[in-house]
């Protein structure tokens, strides 16, 4: 009697799944305000120099976005300097922290230093927040880095100077990841497989969608970056009131051998969905579980480093924490590089938002055809195929006259990447044997965040050039897809429990092996037989 089958008794899919659903929901929305607080606070708009005028009375002056020249008739020659102020051309009279604190020209690189702090919390969040929920429990520890990651964005909005940005957003960086992985984990657990992927992907896609579209909206009608943080760590607050609705991870009571709290939170949940439960259902549960946990001394003693000792896996891990990298800075660049294509970049940022719904869509309807490998390779060089089209286009057309053009390129793209960042997620924890699955994932994962530490200078080098960086992301995103190609298919197989079977696992298998393509060769081979068979019968 183990636990998905008390589940079902208790219930699986029911108002409490549906709550929980909901909350999950909403847990959505905080983060998608979280982590894109950092582009809506830093859009840069059109801007050049501003010159007193009134200081050179009947002088010339020729200014551009980072100078001035002016031109002394008395003396018949040209002089340059360097802009103290700027004319902005703010949409709506949104004010950024760019034009706030005047981060443009020289002082552009400001926003790239403090932005990167953001990641280096990520990773410093994820193993901290990782080890809290392992001591005191799965959602205490999604309450505690939500309101972290709030106070972050808080506290921001009072900075005037470079060091206090860059603290305050590797505070807010904290909880990139925990709120949204510890919530997943609650939701995982207490839903039914069969409701599971659907379920997750479609409430991932409908509210991370809805957050998204709203925030740019959110930052005009406040009309300033300070006011806009205030108002995204808001929603964070909501997650005080998860303990009273929510209940601990069962798994996690279990394994700390905490089986009375295990079975009265069981319990509440099928009252919860009007379910009755017999007491011997529970008392069999608990036995198994005892049971389980004095197996645990003879556990695999494997360990994630082990994965580095035996040539094929350690071939599988090098490119796999390759692949986290290329897809975490494609993810976050092309999601947040949305300025310079002629239109507005908070119309751009909240419509194309709208990709998160069909990209979950598309993994649902095609991941179980085509096959892990064949998605992830596919999305990875199609993303590839239209980032370096962007920076072509970019590089050629004209923003004011094929803004749309290059609006859609950018969108498409986004797209892309939402694609490729999902697709990654499962295919990684496939191959991974399960035996250091948790701990593999979870490395790889920090690892992926870690890097997104150069996006923000990546986005920088736009500023000298703007097509730089979809050609160099372009280039990432071809080499991930040439990587995916060494590694084995995981469709239709028993995935590999320890590391001896994971060394072992798809051995002999070819590079250009594709569920989909083999499928049909099948098929074309049975086709083939059933005609000879008939005429030999004939």
């Known amino acids: 009697m183990d636990l998905e089958r008390v589940l079902e008794k208790c219930g699986n899919f029911g108002p409490y799944q549906i709550l929980l659903l909901g909350l999950y929901g909403w847990t959505n929305i905080v983060s998608s305000l979280h982590y894109f607080s950092q582009t809506i606070i830093s859009f840069t708009p059109s801007h050049r120099c501003s010159v007193p005028l009134n200081q050179y009375p009947g002088n010339y002056t020729e200014l551009t976005s980072c100078s001035y020249r002016m031109y002394d008739p008395d003396n018949s020659s040209y002089w340059e300097s360097k802009c103290e102020a700027w004319d902005f051309e703010k949409e709506s009279g949104y004010e950024s922290i760019t034009t706030e604190l005047g981060w443009v020209c020289d002082d552009a690189y400001k926003l790239a230093v403090g932005q990167s702090f953001f990641f280096i919390g990520s990773v410093l969040g994820s193993i901290f927040f990782g080890y809290l929920a392992d001591r005191i429990g799965r959602l205490p520890a999604c309450v505690l880095t939500t309101l972290t990651g709030a106070s972050g964005d808080f506290f921001t909005s009072f900075v005037n100077n470079l060091p206090w940005f860059c603290f305050t957003r590797f505070v807010s960086g904290l909880s990139t990841d925990t709120q949204y992985v510890l919530m997943y984990i609650l939701v995982f657990e207490y839903l039914s497989p069969k409701h599971r992927t659907f379920g997750l992907n479609i409430i991932l896609g409908v509210f991370y969608c809805i957050g998204l579209m709203i925030s740019p909206w959110m930052a005009i009608y406040l009309g300033s970056w300070r006011s806009y943080l205030w108002a995204a760590s808001l929603p964070a607050l909501g997650m005080l009131s998860f303990p009273v609705f929510l209940h601990e ?23 919860f969905n009007g379910r009755e439960v017999e007491d011997s259902v529970f008392d069999e549960f608990i036995k198994h579980y005892r049971e389980k946990l004095k197996r645990v001394e ?14 094929r896996l350690r071939k599988f891990t090098i490119i796999l924490l390759i692949k986290s990298m290329i897809v975490t800075i494609a993810f976050d660049i092309l999601s947040r590089n949305v300025e310079g294509v002629g239109i507005s970049p908070f119309n751009l940022f909240s419509y194309t938002g709208f990709c998160y719904l069909p990209a979950g869509l598309i993994i649902i309807l095609f991941q179980n055809k085509i096959g892990r490998k064949g998605m992830a390779c596919s999305s990875l060089f199609v993303g590839g195929v239209i980032t370096a089209a962007t920076g072509y286009l970019l590089a050629t057309l004209s923003p004011e006259q094929h803004s749309l053009i290059l609006a859609f390129m950018v969108g498409l793209g986004r797209f892309g990447a939402v694609v490729a960042y999902d697709a990654e997620a499962q295919y990684a924890a496939e191959i991974i044997p399960t035996s250091v699955r948790g701990r593999g994932v979870a490395n790889i994962h920090v690892v992926g965040n870690g890097f997104g530490f150069f996006s923000s200078y990546i986005i920088f080098l736009g500023t000298i050039f703007k097509p730089l960086p979809s050609m160099l992301i372009s280039v990432l995103l071809f080499i991930g897809a040439a990587l995916c ?53 004939k």
């Open 485 to 537: 190609l060494v590694l084995p298919e995981t469709l239709h197989k028993q995935l590999p429990q320890t590391l001896e079977e994971g060394e072992t696992f798809a051995k002999g298998e070819k590079w250009y092996f594709f569920p989909c393509f083999s499928q049909r060769q099948q098929k074309t081979k049975t086709a083939a037989k059933l005609e000879y068979a008939n005429e030999f019968t």
């Open 298 to 311: 003879n556990k695999s003693s494997d360990t994630f480093m082990g994965m580095l000792r035996t040539p």
């Open 249 to 271: 991870s069962v798994e996690w009571l279990l394994t700390k051998g905490k089986f009375d709290k295990a079975v009265s939170n069981l319990k509440r949940i099928a009252k």
